[in-house]
């Protein structure tokens, strides 16, 4: 029996105050497997992968301790298994 690998792939919305998002901003780029896709003055849209559900959980809720973050909120999950 061969073991089929797992991705999880989740968009997310980090809400910030504006004056700290260029800050958030460099702080999420140097993330692995995190990639801003859509920046407005108080919202980031992030899509971020992992082997597991509960790693993209783990990172959400770090974000969401960060300086200028108001929330972290996972919009959606998709699972891709392959080979």
């Known amino acids: 029996m061969t073991e089929e690998a797992t991705i ?12 700290r ?6 702080t999420l780029a140097t993330r692995p497997d995190i990639e801003v896709h859509h920046v407005d003055a108080s919202k980031i849209v992030i ?16 974000i969401a301790t960060w ?3 108001l929330s972290a909120n996972m919009v959606f999950e998709q699972v891709e298994i392959g080979d």
Request: aromatic share 0%.
């Open 8 to 19: 999880h792939i989740s968009s997310a919305v980090v809400s910030v105050l504006p004056d």
């Open 21 to 26: 998002r260029e800050e958030v901003l460099r």
């Open 47 to 62: 899509v971020m992968e992992a082997a597991e559900s509960g790693l993209l959980g783990a990172r959400l809720a770090e």
């Open 67 to 69: 300086q200028g973050v």
